[in-house]
């Protein structure tokens, strides 16, 4: 069992930045790809990025893309994505997300483990 919890979220205006962070309890996440996905309200959940198990390979989702890095500490304990230039439709509630396995994908259904989300907003 792996039990992952988001936090950093918050409220921002137009353009500013934010740094999420997420920790993982009861066992170590180095061992497994990650991911960050997002959902407004009335919409459904979807892929914002991913790195792969050995941190070697991350991928974006257009929207993001050039705006937003995901990372992991050198110890791999903590998963981070650092948001810049935010948008108002970067509004949202952000999850991490983990699976077991080397690569990371962009379907919901993929990860096994997700964290209860930390609420993200961008004021214009």
């Known amino acids: 069992q792996v039990q992952l919890v988001e936090s950093g979220g918050g409220w921002v205006q137009a353009g500013g930045s934010l740094r999420l962070s997420c920790a993982a309890s009861?066992?170590?996440?180095?061992?497994?790809?990650m991911g960050w996905f997002r959902q407004a309200p009335g919409k459904e959940r979807e892929f914002v990025s991913g790195?792969?198990?050995?941190?070697?390979?991350?991928g974006y989702a257009d929207s993001v893309k050039g705006r937003f890095t995901i990372s992991r500490d050198a110890a791999k304990i903590t998963l981070y994505l650092q948001m810049n230039s935010l948008k108002p439709e970067d509004t949202a509630v952000y999850y991490c997300?983990?699976?077991?396995?080397?690569?990371?994908?962009?379907?919901?259904?993929?990860?096994?483990?997700w964290g209860q989300g930390t609420q993200v907003t961008v004021s214009s």
């Open positions: 997300a983990a699976r077991s396995g080397s690569t990371y994908y962009t379907a919901t259904t993929q990860y096994t483990y």
């Open positions: 009861g066992r170590t996440f180095s061992t497994y790809a």
């Open positions: 790195i792969s198990r050995s941190g070697g390979i991350t």
